[in-house]
């Protein structure tokens, strides 16, 4: 096996490899025991590509700033971009900044903001971080990535897995031409319902954000 194959960490999963279950029991307990006490916190998501001189980045940051301002905890992915943008605005913001670093063979470094990191080989294990101690998701323009966790938070809402906390997609001129999608191909086709637009909320300003979220996540 080549060490660029061992990335494909669930292809190389099998019952001759059941040790493997401990290494993600041990991310689940070090992720439970970090954030066990981080009390009412929202989590931030969007592009690990954009710079400190980007609209994106300025956005994101003042939104953690004036989220942490108002008593709430921060969670990003740790890493650059948006995520960095988030943990330096709650840092400044005298708020908590949680860092979930994934181990990606590009682009993903820790950035220097966060006050509590945790590190993850395992995205499906990250994943259950962000929705077990997120009251809320802030989704600033993104990829793959960021249209991976929107959707995740959208079904799992849906389907009543989890409890309904504010979506919050920002940036309308970014989110405005897929939520449009949605309304002439998904809704005209009823593979949603017109409810369920009622699940997120698109704006553009922090202090918007931050009304919602007070409104909607008690302290």
Known sequence: ???????????DLSHKDAWRLFRIMAEFVDGFENLNDLGP?????????????????KLAYETAKKLAEAG???ITGGGPGVMEAGNKG???GGGVSVGLNIQL??????????????EFKYFFVR????????MGYVVMPGGWGTLDELSEALVLTQTKRIKPFPIILVD?????PLVDWFKEKLLKKSYIKEQDFDLFFVVDEPDEVVSIVKRLVIL
């Open 1 to 11: 096996m080549t060490a660029f194959s061992k990335q494909y960490l669930i292809d």
């Open 41 to 57: 916190a929202i989590s931030i998501f969007g592009s690990a590509r954009v710079s400190p001189e980007d609209r994106e980045y």
């Open 72 to 74: 709430y905890a921060v």
């Open 90 to 92: 709650a840092t400044e």
């Open 105 to 118: 063979p590009f682009e993903q470094k820790p950035n220097d903001y966060a006050t509590i990191k945790c």
């Open 127 to 134: 994943k259950v971080m962000f929705i077990k101690y997120a």
């Open 172 to 176: 309308r001129e970014f989110w405005g």
